[in-house]
Every structure is written in C-alpha cells, then in structure tokens.
C-alpha cells in the first residue's frame, strides 16, 4: 500500500539525509503494521479487524530509504509513529463545543493527492479532475470554476505520455488558457483537449 506523509518527522534527528527524506508530501511503501497491545482489534468478519485505536507504529520504505539500517529493523525500512494533534474551538466550527485531541500516523492513503504534493514526480498513469475548488452560479446552476492555470499546469506536467492521462470528468474549453491548449479565440491547438476528451473515465 502506498502512503504519503502529511506531516514532517524526526526534524531532531541529526542524520540529514533522513531529516531530508521523511518530510511532508514525500510517498512511501508500507512493508508493515506494527500493532499497539492496547488496541488488539476485533474480528467483524474472516477478511476485516477493526481497531478502536491507531497503531503502534508502520514500516515505510522507498528509493529515498534504501541506505538506512536501523537495529532491529529491515534494512532500507524507517518507523513512522502516531503523534497527537490538538484541535481547538474556532469560530469557523460553531458545531465544536470543546478543545479536542485527535492521535492518528501523520500519513495518507496515496491512491488519491493534491498537485502539490505531486510536484516534482513524474508518473505512468494518472487520473485528473481539472476544476476549480469552489463552484459558481452559471445560468442557476453551481459549476465548478475554472482550474488555477499553476494547478492545470502541474497536473497535466506530471505524467510521460498523454495516453497516460485520464480524466475524471469532460474537458471544458473555459479550463485551458492560452499557451496551454486553447488560443484567445478557443480554437484547440493541435487537438489535444478533443484527444484528452476522448480519454475521460
């Protein structure tokens, strides 16, 4: 299972290499779960345990790893550990009553992430949604707006080959700037937006 880290770790460490590569929105491969005794799960069904708590820590490995050796560890494999997060009251959350703190491994699943955390890596295959954020009101109906030409730009850059790239929903004109498919008169250069239309899941 592929991860990624949403939060940097082990800033105290003085080996740099490590401080370097296990940092917020690096991707890494999850060789296993090291359970907590405190949560020992519960059998729902023959394929699912569920834990009431998070685990006592995962074994990550990537390109970027495979010269650490840590004692009693695979070779090329760090340890990532739950940390704790304190959520306080704010007045964007009038739903929340009370300061909590919330204790969870500071990583995603990786099957989905922003540009941002792509930026830089090149891949195979990818499947984009080329929208906007937030949404607007055209002709009483809320649409998507436009995608930020930076974000268009990171996405469509990430993959080697256009028949790599899929697109979750249909290619709008009104998405693509000049430069980047479309002319200021919207002609489509070279037909590259009908080409990635045709891809769409």
Known sequence: ?????????????????????????????????????????????ADTILHFGPPAGILLAAESTRDFHFVGMPAGAILLTPISTRIECLRKRPWQKTNVTRRGLPCAAAFACTDYKVQSRTLDRVAL????????TIDGQAVPTQCDPYSLYVQLSRCRSLDGIMLISKARERDFRRGVGVTERGDDQGGGIARLDRKMI
């Open 1 to 45: 299972m592929s991860v990624v880290v949403n939060q940097n770790t082990h800033q105290g460490l003085k080996h740099s290499e490590l401080q370097l590569k296990l940092v917020n929105g690096a991707s890494y491969e999850v060789l296993d779960v090291v359970l907590d005794k405190a949560y020992p799960g519960h059998r729902i069904n």
């Open 129 to 136: 949604e080329l929208r906007g954020t937030r949404t607007t």
